[in-house]
């Protein structure tokens, strides 16, 4: 038996923990704290009480739901390249393309726009420490609120200034192409 400088038994205080580890991270988005945050949506209504096992079942949740994320995230990625082609050509004047594009525009958008609530609403993992200098997530995280908010208008300004529509659009794709890149970093 081997006694620690304060003379407590080294054994037992491995054993006994001196505080329950959290079930929440500090940190979370604030999407993700309206859902799951210790006074989120589905806690206060019981449908997901803040348990241990409730906890690991909504850790493989979110496993699931962030490869949707970039599963998704890859097809629209793809999408909105065919998109800003047939806009192009749509606004040099081949009207032809007008239904092809209002088409392929609900096919981006709700690729789009699952992908950001796939990732938005997922539960926060256990741990979310605050990371100095720069990483692919934060990168990503950043770009993120840049080709949302250029989704948003692009979809505003559809039918009101075509000028900003492909401004926005292409800003969002660039960003968007960047937030994937950021990965490969
Ligand atoms: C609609 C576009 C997208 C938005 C708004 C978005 C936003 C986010 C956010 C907020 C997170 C952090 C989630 C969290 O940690 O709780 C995240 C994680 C992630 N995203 Fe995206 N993202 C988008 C598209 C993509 C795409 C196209 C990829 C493909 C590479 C991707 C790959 C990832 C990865 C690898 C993570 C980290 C997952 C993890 O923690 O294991 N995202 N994204
Ligand atoms: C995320 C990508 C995009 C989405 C979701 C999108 C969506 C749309 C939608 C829904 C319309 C029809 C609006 C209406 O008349 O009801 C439209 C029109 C149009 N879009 Fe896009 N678009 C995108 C990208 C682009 C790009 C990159 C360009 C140009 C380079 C472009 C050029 C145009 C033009 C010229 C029109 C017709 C505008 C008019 O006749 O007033 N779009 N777009």
């Given at each position: 038996m081997s006694f620690s400088q304060d003379g407590s038994d080294l054994f037992s205080m491995l054993e006994e923990p001196t505080e329950a580890p959290s079930l929440l991270p500090d940190r979370m988005l604030v999407t993700q704290r309206l859902l799951?945050?210790?006074?989120?949506i589905l806690r206060t209504s019981g449908i997901?009480?803040?348990?241990l096992e409730q906890r690991q079942k909504e850790l493989k949740l979110r496993r699931t739901m962030l490869t949707a994320h970039q599963v998704l995230g890859y097809t629209t990625l793809a999408a909105m390249i065919a998109q800003g082609i047939i806009g192009g050509k749509l606004y040099t004047g081949?009207?032809?393309?007008y239904e092809l594009h209002k088409d392929m525009a609900t096919v981006v958008n709700v690729g789009y726009f699952t992908t950001a609530g796939l990732s938005l609403f997922t539960p926060p993992p256990l741990i979310n420490k605050k990371v100095k200098g720069f990483t692919s997530i934060k990168a990503h995280k950043t770009l993120a609120t840049i080709h949302f908010s250029a989704m948003v208008v692009t979809n505003i300004y559809k039918d009101k200034n075509k000028e900003v529509h492909k401004g926005a659009a292409y800003t969002a794709f660039g960003s968007y192409a960047l937030a994937v890149l950021v990965f490969k970093f």
């Amino acid at each position: 038996m081997s006694f620690s400088q304060d003379g407590s038994d080294l054994f037992s205080m491995l054993e006994e923990p001196t505080e329950a580890p959290s079930l929440l991270p500090d940190r979370m988005l604030v999407t993700q704290r309206l859902l799951w945050g210790e006074k989120g949506i589905l806690r206060t209504s019981g449908i997901a009480p803040l348990t241990l096992e409730q906890r690991q079942k909504e850790l493989k949740l979110r496993r699931t739901m962030l490869t949707a994320h970039q599963v998704l995230g890859y097809t629209t990625l793809a999408a909105m390249i065919a998109q800003g082609i047939i806009g192009g050509k749509l606004y040099t004047g081949q009207n032809d393309l007008y239904e092809l594009h209002k088409d392929m525009a609900t096919v981006v958008n709700v690729g789009y726009f699952t992908t950001a609530g796939l990732s938005l609403f997922t539960p926060p993992p256990l741990i979310n420490k605050k990371v100095k200098g720069f990483t692919s997530i934060k990168a990503h995280k950043t770009l993120a609120t840049i080709h949302f908010s250029a989704m948003v208008v692009t979809n505003i300004y559809k039918d009101k200034n075509k000028e900003v529509h492909k401004g926005a659009a292409y800003t969002a794709f660039g960003s968007y192409a960047l937030a994937v890149l950021v990965f490969k970093f």
